[in-house]
């Protein structure tokens, strides 16, 4: 079992940069791929970005990529999404999860976080 807690969400301006934090307890966190995820009203989960176990590889949808960056810190069991140029459609609800690393089904998430944006 893994344990994931997000925190860093707020009420920000448009253009302003947000760093959100995912803190991982239980089994060996560097075993586990992790991933961004978020989920706006009435829409469904969309995927973000994703890292490697070692954080050597890192995937982004087109909807982020170059704005947003995914990093972690296996020393300190936690996972990153560093979100610059922040935009009033990046308004959600934001979660972390882990995967194991051959994988892309996510076994475990996080409660998330709220990130509002506005204009």
């Known amino acids: 079992q893994v344990q994931l807690v997000e925190s860093g969400g707020g009420l920000v301006q448009a253009g302003a940069s947000l760093r959100l934090s995912c803190a991982a307890s239980?089994?060996?966190?560097?075993?586990?791929?992790m991933g961004w995820f978020r989920q706006a009203p009435g829409t469904e989960r969309e995927f973000l970005a994703r890292?490697?176990?070692?954080?050597?590889?890192?995937y982004y949808a087109d909807s982020v990529k170059g704005r947003f960056t995914i990093s972690r810190d296996n020393a300190k069991n936690t996972v990153y999404l560093q979100m610059n140029s922040l935009k009033p459609e990046d308004t959600a609800v934001y979660y972390c999860?882990?995967?194991?690393?051959?994988?892309?089904?996510?076994?475990?998430w996080g409660q998330g976080t709220q990130v509002t944006v506005s204009s």
């Open positions: 999860a882990a995967s194991a690393t051959s994988s892309y089904n996510y076994l475990y």
């Open positions: 890292i490697s176990a070692s954080g050597g590889t890192r």
């Open positions: 239980g089994r060996t966190f560097s075993n586990y791929a």
